[in-house]
């Protein structure tokens, strides 16, 4: 079990790291001097010099910290939209499903278990790879469709867990209507349970659009990700093994949303 | 419900969704672009008459609807189609000569996946000391976080010659034992991560129940009650778990067939992608889905066996 003093302090660390990412993705082209396009091709893949250019450049001689801190917002975004879409399937269907039970839970029930078996990643990455133009919204969807499933299923088991509640009952005693049975009594219970999935599925999501984009199939240039930069990196790694170094970011920023996952799925009971 | 009523619904559902896969692999591959036909060639274009004869023997030349259903009505017969190529061949045999290499990563990288799990998850319960638990903990997050994709390039990056680390491994697959240990491992920490946190939480539930304060006070060793008691007990969400993420286990095979230039299905249906070959493609996934599908099954079966609660209806004493 986490002692309860590290968890404390692992997780405010992550948060930090995420609120970090997050000031970085709104503000990533901002500041003076740090233009991503900003790129001179007699720098090209020089190693890191610190601490004026901590990653040192790319191919292309663009300092490869400022790109990596410009494709934060592609990475991020894909994240959040990905969530937002799946869960706008996944509320809707779940709480219908948990709710009224009976033939719909069942349809709904079998289809999550269907989808869920399939590699959905590997599907969207021969759909994606068929297109010519690719943008973050496009990628994002792909990876509502992967994660819908997974808030579906907790969502559901959760909203008819509550619906077997005793306040519930006793709302419906009192002639509650169903929708406000739904909105008032069992969606504020059922809708925490839902909390403690979300950041590991961001991690999952931010992890498949570099997967994606390195296997050629996610975003294409002018639009930067923490996967694209890696994708490039492939091909020159020998000569510059600092083109490894946006990884980093990835690995830290998946790592403190999973981190906040669990601190959430001890404190939120199932 | 009956155990064959119950399989007769299964079998029908996993039918449905493999009917649907095909339609949607298919006219996605098909409608998007790329010629399949004029892909054969290289920068000598062939003549419109060559072009013509070839798209008509592959049925190219037919409207869309009429492919899949050309598709479709060979597929019922258990025909996956011939590849589009110069010298085409079945689809079927194809996909077989790749499908070995693939079982064979599935089958050692579930093997894995379970031992590790489980390995470390009782591991970390009998010795529940700060270090061993924060240590296993760390590294199960790290795993759970870390995008398949930066391990397994970071891995064969350092310790393959390839790309200028140690020679340690082989950087090309040259089918010795030696080219699957780097995309084991890569997969391994793909995989094991949450079924470890998981599992972990599952077993400190466990242990406080009142049945482990029985088996305590039978006299059982520590070990026999952490590791068969307590680990039958909670084992169900771990195997629904392990069910339901088999199409990630597939994704990641792929992925690390991928990076590794193993000549599974995998990379059998990246490439055949780039090539339009539609068939192929169609065909592989096939394939993959219904390893994952049956897999799903199993899980389910496996679950009922070491759980009596998750038994089918009518089964047992109602509770």
Same mark, same amino acid.
């Given at each position: 079990?986490?002692?309860?003093?590290?968890?404390?302090?692992?997780?405010?660390?992550?948060?930090?790291?995420?609120?970090?990412?997050?000031?970085?993705?709104?503000?990533?082209?901002?500041?003076?001097?740090?233009?991503?396009?900003?790129?001179?091709?007699?720098?090209?893949?020089?190693?890191?010099?610190?601490?004026?250019?901590?990653?040192?450049?790319?191919?292309?001689?663009?300092?490869?910290?400022?790109?990596?801190?410009?494709?934060?917002?592609?990475?991020?975004?894909?994240?959040?939209?990905?969530?937002?879409?799946?869960?706008?399937?996944?509320?809707?269907?779940?709480?219908?499903?948990?709710?009224?039970?009976?033939?719909?839970?069942? &349809?709904?029930?079998?289809?999550?278990?269907?989808?869920?078996?399939?590699?959905?990643?590997?599907?969207?990455?021969?759909?994606?790879?068929?297109?010519?133009?690719?943008?973050?919204?496009?990628?994002?969807?792909?990876?509502?469709?992967?994660?819908?499933?997974?808030?579906?299923?907790?969502?559901?088991?959760?909203?008819?867990?509550?619906?077997?509640?005793?306040?519930?009952?006793?709302?419906?005693?009192?002639?509650?209507?169903?929708?406000?049975?739904?909105?008032?009594?069992?969606?504020?219970?059922?809708?925490?349970?839902?909390?403690?999935?979300?950041?590991?599925?961001?991690?999952?999501?931010?992890?498949?659009?570099?997967?994606?984009?390195?296997?050629?199939?996610?975003?294409?240039?002018?639009?930067?990700?923490?996967?694209?930069? &890696?994708?490039?990196?492939?091909?020159?790694?020998?000569?510059?093994?600092?083109?490894?170094?946006?990884?980093?970011?990835?690995?830290?920023?998946?790592?403190?949303?999973?981190?906040?996952?669990?601190?959430?799925?001890?404190?939120?009971?199932? | 419900?009956? %155990?064959?009523? !119950?399989?007769?619904?299964?079998?029908?559902?996993?039918?449905?969704?493999?009917?649907?896969?095909?339609?949607?692999?298919?006219?996605?591959?098909?409608?998007?672009?790329?010629?399949?036909?004029?892909?054969?060639?290289?920068?000598?274009?062939?003549?419109?008459?060559?072009?013509?004869?070839?798209?008509?023997?592959?049925?190219?030349?037919?409207?869309?609807?009429?492919?899949?259903?050309?598709?479709?009505?060979?597929?019922?017969?258990?025909?996956?189609?011939?590849?589009?190529?110069?010298?085409?061949?079945?689809?079927?045999?194809?996909?077989?000569?790749?499908?070995?290499?693939?079982? !064979?990563?599935?089958?050692?990288?579930?093997?894995?996946?379970?031992?590790?799990?489980?390995?470390?998850?009782?591991?970390?319960?009998?010795?529940?000391?700060?270090?061993?638990?924060?240590?296993?903990?760390?590294?199960?997050?790290?795993?759970?976080?870390?995008?398949?994709?930066?391990?397994?390039?970071?891995?064969?990056?350092? !310790?393959?010659?390839?790309?200028?680390?140690?020679?340690?491994?082989?950087?090309?697959?040259?089918?010795?034992?030696?080219?699957?240990?780097?995309?084991?491992?890569?997969?391994?920490?793909?995989?094991?991560?949450?079924?470890?946190?998981?599992?972990?939480?599952?077993?400190?539930?466990?242990?406080?129940?009142?049945?482990?304060?029985?088996?305590?006070?039978?006299?059982?060793?520590?070990?026999?009650?952490?590791?068969?008691?307590?680990?039958?007990?909670?084992?169900?969400?771990?195997?629904?778990?392990?069910?339901?993420? %088999?199409?990630?286990?597939?994704?990641?095979?792929?992925?690390?067939?991928?990076?590794?230039?193993?000549?599974?299905?995998?990379?059998?249906?990246?490439?055949?992608?780039?090539?339009?070959?539609?068939?192929?493609?169609?065909?592989?996934?096939?394939?993959?889905?219904? %390893?994952?599908?049956?897999?799903?099954?199993?899980?389910?079966?496996?679950?009922?066996?070491?759980?009596?609660?998750?038994?089918?209806?009518?089964?047992?004493?109602?509770?």
């Amino acid at each position: 079990m986490l002692g309860a003093a590290r968890a404390k302090w692992v997780t405010v660390g992550a948060a930090t790291v995420l609120a970090a990412a997050a000031v970085l993705a709104v503000f990533s082209e901002a500041p003076a001097g740090l233009d991503p396009r900003g790129c001179s091709l007699d720098r090209s893949l020089n190693p890191p010099s610190f601490p004026e250019h901590a990653f040192g450049f790319d191919l292309q001689g663009c300092d490869l910290l400022v790109l990596t801190m410009a494709g934060t917002r592609n990475s991020l975004l894909v994240g959040l939209l990905a969530t937002i879409f799946a869960l706008a399937v996944a509320i809707p269907v779940g709480t219908t499903s948990g709710f009224t039970g009976g033939w719909v839970d069942g &349809l709904v029930g079998r289809l999550v278990d269907l989808v869920t078996a399939l590699p959905i990643i590997l599907i969207g990455i021969v759909i994606l790879s068929a297109l010519d133009e690719r943008g973050v919204l496009l990628v994002a969807i792909v990876m509502a469709v992967a994660a819908w499933p997974i808030y579906t299923r907790v969502i559901r088991a959760a909203t008819s867990r509550e619906s077997e509640q005793a306040h519930v009952d006793a709302a419906r005693a009192l002639g509650a209507s169903r929708p406000r049975l739904l909105v008032r009594h069992v969606l504020p219970g059922s809708l925490g349970s839902v909390i403690a999935v979300i950041p590991p599925t961001i991690a999952f999501t931010i992890g498949a659009e570099a997967l994606l984009s390195f296997l050629g199939a996610g975003l294409q240039l002018p639009d930067v990700s923490w996967g694209s930069l &890696l994708a490039e990196a492939q091909r020159y790694i020998r000569q510059a093994p600092h083109l490894m170094l946006p990884g980093l970011f990835l690995l830290i920023v998946t790592g403190a949303f999973v981190v906040v996952g669990e601190s959430v799925r001890v404190r939120v009971p199932d | 419900m009956t %155990l064959a009523s !119950f399989a007769r619904r299964r079998v029908l559902q996993a039918l449905v969704t493999l009917l649907a896969l095909t339609l949607v692999v298919h006219a996605g591959i098909s409608l998007i672009g790329g010629d399949p036909v004029r892909a054969l060639f290289g920068f000598v274009p062939p003549s419109p008459a060559e072009l013509a004869e070839l798209r008509a023997r592959y049925g190219l030349d037919q409207p869309y609807p009429a492919q899949y259903l050309a598709y479709l009505t060979q597929l019922l017969r258990g025909n996956l189609g011939v590849t589009i190529s110069l010298t085409p061949q079945p689809v079927t045999s194809v996909v077989a000569a790749t499908l070995p290499t693939t079982a !064979f990563l599935i089958g050692i990288g579930l093997v894995l996946q379970v031992t590790t799990a489980y390995g470390v998850a009782v591991v970390t319960m009998l010795r529940r000391n700060k270090l061993v638990s924060a240590l296993t903990w760390w590294l199960a997050v790290a795993a759970t976080a870390a995008p398949v994709i930066f391990t397994a390039w970071a891995l064969r990056s350092y !310790f393959t010659l390839g790309y200028g680390g140690r020679d340690w491994f082989p950087y090309r697959y040259d089918g010795t034992a030696g080219a699957y240990v780097l995309p084991l491992i890569a997969l391994v920490a793909m995989l094991a991560g949450p079924v470890i946190l998981l599992f972990r939480s599952e077993l400190l539930d466990t242990l406080r129940s009142t049945f482990t304060k029985f088996a305590v006070a039978s006299g059982h060793s520590d070990l026999r009650i952490v590791g068969v008691h307590a680990a039958k007990a909670s084992a169900g969400p771990v195997i629904a778990y392990l069910g339901a993420s %088999l199409g990630y286990l597939m994704t990641g095979v792929v992925i690390v067939e991928a990076i590794y230039d193993i000549p599974g299905v995998g990379n059998l249906i990246l490439d055949s992608v780039a090539r339009r070959d539609r068939a192929v493609v169609v065909g592989g996934v096939l394939v993959i889905s219904v %390893l994952a599908i049956l897999g799903g099954m199993t899980a389910d079966i496996v679950a009922a066996t070491l759980d009596p609660r998750l038994r089918l209806e009518g089964d047992g004493p109602p509770h």
